[in-house]
Structures are given as structure tokens and as C-alpha cells.
């Protein structure tokens, strides 16, 4: 079975400084990695995701994490955040080694930016 | 694409009573995803289908709780009786197979008084 542990439940940070989310999972099996953010009143969508290669993955709005293997962590960075990025943010992980596999959620990380 | 559909999206019921919730997934996904979301426990997977078929309803929280999935294009996750501690926000998702991006409903946020 999987889990995923976000450490930090909520992060504050100042507009424009960087912010990193830190997302450390547990498998025994193969994964995909997934991050999602939530606005307020509203659903999950998509910023990033790693299936294969490159360890460092770009997404949405300026997002990246990287996938390290040995430290089963996959961060979510941003150099310099903005007020629009007041959300919360969760990781997701599910096994790639079966085509009908659930995606289980972290507990999210809310973060809010300081003008 | 009209994205994941859910109905309805807020609802106000009393408890006791019956609260049926729908999904019409994105045309072609093959996986069906009910979550959760409180305060207190955060994004609980309910159920997941695939294929319309039920693969894991180990997050169901008991008996009154029920999810239905009668062709590719609908699911039902019915609360009977509804209870308090069921007020919360259900989000309905749907994929195309392991890996690939899974896509959230705007959620049905429920009130149980």
C-alpha cells in the first residue's frame, strides 16, 4: 500500500520570496507522483505530475518538483511566489505497475503569501 | 470538453433523511474516484471503479454509505440515513487509466442539520 506525508501543513511566505512544499511518500511498489492544487471552493486540478524520465518536472504556473528516489520525496518549488498562488497543495501518488490503481491524497500543505 | 459534471452542488438536508449525489465523468475515462473532504480528516478516498466496476470501497465509512456506477457515464453515491458527521464536501473525479491525469468535479457541498 502507499501513503504520502506532507510535513508541513501550512507554509506562509512573502510575495516574490520562493516556497518549497515538502512531500515524502511510501511504496513498495513503482509510482507515479502527482501535485494538486485546490482554490478556494473549488476542486483539484492538476500542476505537475512524474511518470518516467526526467527527475525534474515542470508544470503550471511556474511550479516544479523532483522526484528523488532515494529520499522518497518529490518537493514542489517556485522561485518566487505571487498572491494568486493562495491555495492549498496536495501530493498524490498511485502505483504504475497496475492499470486500475487508486490515487491516494496527502493531508495538503495551505499556503498563503504575505504582501 | 464539459470536464467532470457533479449534481448537486450544494444541498441542505436534515438528518434522517436520504442524499443522493451524481457524477457524469469526462466521455472516456475508464476510473471513477469518490472523495471526501473535511476539515478535520482532509481528501478521503471513498470508492474508486473502474471499468464501472467497483475495485475498492475500503474508504466507504459504513453501511449508509453506497456508490453505484450503471454505465460508463454516471455514478451515485448515496448517504442513507444522513447524519451530521456526514456534512462535508464529496468531489466525484474520473481518469484514463493509472498514471494519467485525474480530473475533479467542482464537489457537492453537503450540510446535514
Known amino acids: 500500500a502507499q501513503s504520502v506525508t506532507q510535513l508541513d501543513s501550512q507554509v506562509p511566505v512573502f510575495e516574490e520570496a520562493p516556497v518549497e512544499l515538502r512531500c515524502n511518500y511510501s511504496?513498495?511498489?513503482?509510482?507515479?507522483l502527482f501535485w494538486y492544487v485546490q482554490y478556494p471552493n473549488q476542486g483539484l486540478q492538476l500542476l505537475l505530475k512524474?511518470?518516467?524520465?526526467?527527475?525534474l518536472v515542470k508544470g503550471i504556473n511556474g511550479f516544479e518538483a523532483e522526484f528523488n528516489k532515494s529520499q522518497t520525496s518529490f518537493h514542489l518549488r517556485k522561485p518566487s511566489v505571487h498572491i494568486s498562488d493562495t491555495a492549498e497543495y496536495f501530493c498524490a501518488v498511485s502505483d504504475r505497475d497496475s492499470s486500475a490503481s487508486k490515487i491516494i491524497f496527502g493531508s495538503g500543505t495551505r499556503l498563503s503569501i504575505r504582501p | 470538453d464539459a470536464g467532470v459534471i457533479q449534481s448537486p452542488r450544494h444541498e441542505v438536508t436534515e438528518m434522517g433523511q436520504e442524499v443522493t449525489l451524481r457524477c457524469k465523468p469526462i466521455s472516456g475515462h475508464n476510473s471513477l474516484f469518490w472523495y471526501r473532504q473535511t476539515m478535520m480528516r482532509g481528501l478521503e478516498l471513498l470508492i474508486y471503479?473502474?471499468?464501472?466496476?467497483?475495485?475498492?470501497d475500503s474508504g466507504m465509512p459504513e453501511d449508509r454509505f453506497s456508490a453505484k456506477m450503471p454505465n460508463a457515464s454516471f455514478s451515485t453515491l448515496k448517504i442513507q440515513p444522513s447524519e451530521p458527521r456526514d456534512s462535508a464536501v464529496y468531489f466525484c473525479?474520473?481518469?484514463?487509466?493509472?498514471?494519467?491525469?485525474?480530473?475533479f468535479g467542482e464537489g457537492s457541498w453537503l450540510t446535514v442539520v
Open positions: 511504496s513498495s511498489v513503482s509510482v507515479y
Open positions: 512524474y511518470l518516467s524520465g526526467s527527475t
Open positions: 473525479a474520473s481518469s484514463l487509466n493509472s498514471g494519467n491525469t485525474i480530473y
Open positions: 471503479f473502474n471499468n464501472n466496476v467497483p475495485i475498492d
